[in-house]
C-alpha cells in the first residue's frame, strides 16, 4: 500500500527542484536584458559578471550564506541558537535541495547589483562586493524574514506585533534589496563619463541592443512562474488520510503573478506615451519586470483584482521613480534597477494589507512598513560598508582612458563584437593563450595597443 505522505513528500520535493531549475534559468534573462542596455563595448564585461554572480555565489552561498541566515535568524528571536545547527546542512544530504532552492534566490539578488554600476566599475571590485551580498547582506534578511528572526511571527518584532512580515516569494527580501544595493553602488561609483552635462542635466547614452534587453525581459518572466508558483512549494497535502491538490493556492499565485506582469507593461507603454508622446519598448520591458516585482511578495495574499492594481503601479512608478533617480538624484542607474526591483518591490509589498483576501489589517500595514524600513536600512549601511571597503583594497572605478576603451578589452582582453573594433584591420593575430580564437585580444601591454583574432 501507497503511504500518502511519502507520495506527497516525494512529488513536492521534486517541484521544488523543477522550479529550482526554472528560477536559475533566469539568470541567462538577467545576462540578455543587461548586455542589451550597455554600449557593445562593454558586453563581454557584463556576462562576465553574471558568470561569476552564479559560479562564484553559489559556492559562497553555500559555505556561508545559508549558515549566516541561521545565525542572524536565531539571533533575533527568543530561545537559543546553535553555529553547528546553522552550519549543520552542509553534511545534511536531505537539507541540500532545500539550499539550492535558497541559492537561485541568493544568486537572483546579486545579479541585480550589476546592471546599476555597469560600464565604470573594476571587475575585481564586483566581485567583491558579489561575495559579500551573498555571503552576509542578503542571508541576514534571509534570516530576519524567512528563519524565524527578526521580522517573522517568532521574531522580536513580529511577536511584539503579534503578526509576521509578509513577503511571500522576495519582493524585498530578494528584489528591494538588490535593487537598494544597486542604488547605493551606482551613487558610490559615480556616473559614466558624458553622462551629465556639464550644466548638470542627463545625456542618454542608449544601450546597443533592445532585442537583447526584451528578449532577456521574456526570459525573466518565464523564470518569474519558478520564483512565484514555486514558492508555492506544496503541490500536494495530505488531511485526514486523503491525498488533496492545492490547486486553489497554485492557481491564485499563477493568475496573480500573470496579471501583474501584464499591468506592468501597459501601464509603462501608456506612462511613457503620455509622458513622452509615444510608448517605450525598454521602459515597456522594464514595466512588465516590475509589475512582476510589485506583485511577488504579494501573490497569496491579495485577490485577483489587487494583483492587477499593485502590477499598474508598478508599471506607471517605473519611468517616473527612473526620472527621478537620474535628473534629481544625479545617479547613473544604467539598468533602471531601483525603479524596476527597489521601489517596485517596496510599494507592492507594502500596499498588502490594502488588497489583502483576509480584509485590511492596521497592524499588518505597520508591520509591512517597519519591515521594508529595516531591509532598506541595513542594505543601504552593510552596501556602503563593502562597497567602501572594495574602493580601499582593489580600487572602485576604472581609469578615464580605460572607460573610454571599454570594459571588455581592458578588463578580460577581450570583445563580443571583434569585427567592428576601431581602429583594425580584421587580420588575424595571436590568440592568448586559453581564450577562443573567436574574438581574443592581445596586447603588449598598452590599454590601446591591440590586436584582434579573426580566423573567418
Request: with cysteine; net charge negative.
Amino acid at each position: 500500500m501507497v503511504d500518502l505522505s511519502t507520495l506527497s513528500s516525494g512529488i513536492n520535493t521534486v517541484w521544488v527542484l523543477t522550479v529550482s531549475f526554472l528560477i536559475f534559468f533566469m539568470q541567462p534573462g538577467f545576462a540578455l536584458l543587461e548586455a542589451g542596455q550597455v554600449r557593445a563595448k562593454n558586453v563581454a564585461n557584463v556576462l562576465m559578471k553574471n558568470l561569476m554572480d552564479w559560479g562564484m555565489g553559489v559556492i559562497v552561498y553555500f559555505l556561508v550564506g545559508l549558515g549566516i541566515a541561521g545565525i542572524a535568524g536565531g539571533l533575533t528571536a527568543p530561545g537559543s541558537m546553535s553555529l553547528a545547527e546553522s552550519f549543520g546542512y552542509i553534511s545534511d544530504a536531505n537539507a541540500w535541495i532545500d539550499w539550492l532552492f535558497g541559492a537561485v534566490f541568493a544568486m537572483t539578488a546579486a545579479t541585480i547589483v550589476s546592471g546599476a554600476v555597469a560600464e565604470r566599475i573594476k571587475f575585481k571590485a564586483y566581485v567583491f562586493y558579489s561575495i559579500g551580498l551573498t555571503a552576509v547582506i542578503y542571508p541576514v534578511i534571509q534570516g530576519f524574514a524567512w528563519g524565524g528572526g527578526l521580522l517573522s511571527s517568532s521574531g522580536y518584532i513580529g511577536q511584539a506585533l503579534g503578526v509576521g512580515y509578509l513577503d511571500f516569494a522576495g519582493a524585498t527580501v530578494v528584489h528591494m534589496l538588490g535593487g537598494i544595493a544597486g542604488l547605493v553602488g551606482a551613487w558610490m561609483v559615480g556616473p559614466r563619463r558624458g553622462r551629465f552635462n556639464d550644466d548638470g542635466e542627463s545625456e542618454p547614452i542608449p544601450g546597443h541592443s533592445i532585442t537583447f534587453a526584451v528578449l532577456g525581459t521574456f526570459i525573466l518572466a518565464f523564470g518569474w512562474y519558478g520564483f512565484n508558483v514555486g514558492t508555492q512549494a506544496t503541490v500536494l497535502a495530505v488531511e485526514d488520510g486523503t491525498l488533496s491538490f492545492m490547486g486553489a493556492a497554485l492557481g491564485r499565485v499563477a493568475l496573480n503573478t500573470t496579471l501583474g506582469m501584464g499591468a506592468g507593461a501597459v501601464a509603462a507603454a501608456l506612462t511613457t506615451t503620455y509622458t513622452e508622446g509615444k510608448p517605450d519598448p525598454l521602459f515597456t520591458a522594464n514595466g512588465l519586470l516590475a509589475g512582476l516585482v510589485a506583485v511577488t511578495g504579494a501573490v497569496p495574499h491579495v485577490t485577483w483584482y489587487g494583483g492587477l492594481i499593485l502590477g499598474v503601479i508598478g508599471g506607471v512608478q517605473t519611468p517616473l521613480v527612473y526620472r527621478w533617480v537620474v535628473d534629481s538624484l544625479k545617479i547613473d542607474d544604467v539598468c533602471g534597477v531601483f525603479a524596476v526591483h527597489g521601489s517596485a518591490g517596496a510599494i507592492g509589498t507594502w500596499l498588502i494589507p490594502v488588497f489583502a483576501v483576509s480584509g485590511f489589517s492596521v497592524i499588518q500595514l505597520t508591520m509591512q512598513t517597519i519591515g521594508i524600513g529595516v531591509i532598506a536600512l541595513w542594505t543601504i549601511v552593510t552596501t556602503w560598508f563593502v562597497f567602501k571597503l572594495a574602493d580601499v583594497t582593489v580600487g572602485l572605478r576604472v581609469d578615464d582612458d580605460v572607460e573610454a576603451l571599454g570594459l571588455d578589452r581592458s578588463e578580460h582582453g577581450y570583445t563580443a563584437y571583434p569585427e567592428f573594433i576601431e581602429g583594425t584591420t580584421g587580420e588575424t593575430g595571436t590568440t592568448r593563450s586559453g581564450a577562443s580564437e573567436r574574438g581574443a585580444i592581445t596586447t603588449d601591454g598598452g590599454a590601446n595597443d591591440v590586436e584582434v583574432t579573426d580566423d573567418d
